[in-house]
């Protein structure tokens, strides 16, 4: 069945620095969403992508969906405090199913 | 809306004993998901309820482990009898999908609710 693969498992980024986490699918996705789980909190939705090729961007967020629909990346530039949480891609091939990645989990030093 | 509510926040109870969890989805929404979530194994799919019927229980442990959706804004978990592996964060989304074919995907993102903490001691 479909997987989707999420690396790296843990990012440790030095405040103002930037850092990407993929997502990567064994089959081709229809779209892709990305959600943000802080401490303690429960997964919120960040962004939907769609279409081939795709880039959308949410202030220093950068979001990615590959030509063939089977990767994504997210990338943050300038790294705050306050993305300290996990990432999570989850994806969907035309049915009912929204596969979760297993996260990134973003920790950052002062 | 308030959004996904779950019940109880918080559960601590001793392992044999039957817990249910529970969860009222956003109004209008026609799909349901039940995830477990652990330091280990992060984020885990256990079942996905489409117009209230199971889609995909593939998930789901094992037999100590059901769910049911009696209508479209009621959906329980329950786990009998309980054991101390099965401590974990549960989460229950709701969204919206549009369906195969031209107009297809999700049409909402997944809502999460606060999730319910679950200890078996």
């Known amino acids: 069945g479909q997987q989707v693969m999420q690396i790296p498992q843990y990012q440790h980024v030095q405040e103002g620095e930037d850092f990407t986490t993929y997502c990567n699918s064994s089959t081709t996705l229809s779209n892709i969403q990305w959600y943000k789980q802080r401490p303690g909190g429960h997964p919120v939705f960040l962004i939907q992508?769609?279409?081939?090729?795709e880039v959308k961007k949410q202030k220093r967020l950068t979001f990615q969906f590959g030509e063939a629909k089977k990767n994504s990346s997210l990338h943050i530039t300038a790294t705050q405090t306050t993305d300290v949480g996990t990432y999570f891609c989850?994806?969907?091939?035309?049915?009912?199913?929204?596969?979760f990645g297993a996260g990134t989990t973003v920790t950052v030093r002062a | 809306d308030a959004g996904v509510i779950q019940s109880p926040r918080h559960e601590v109870t001793e392992m044999g004993q039957e817990v249910t969890l529970r969860c009222k989805p956003i109004s209008g929404h026609n799909s349901l998901f039940w995830y477990r979530q652990t330091m280990m194994r992060g984020l885990e799919l256990l079942i996905y309820?489409?117009?209230?019927?199971?889609?995909?229980d593939s998930g789901m442990p094992e037999d100590r482990f059901s769910a049911k959706m009696p209508n479209a804004s009621f959906s329980t978990l329950k786990i009998q009898p309980s054991e101390p592996r099965d401590s974990a964060v549960y989460f229950c989304?709701?969204?919206?999908?549009?369906?195969?074919?031209?107009?297809?995907?999700?049409?909402?993102?997944?809502?999460f609710g606060q999730g319910t903490r679950l200890t078996v001691v």
């Open positions: 992508l769609v279409k081939s090729g």
């Open positions: 989304a709701s969204s919206f999908f549009r369906g195969t074919g031209r107009f297809q995907g999700w049409d909402t993102e997944a809502f």
């Open positions: 309820f489409n117009n209230n019927v199971p889609i995909d």
């Open positions: 989850a994806g969907s091939s035309n049915d009912y199913k929204l596969s």
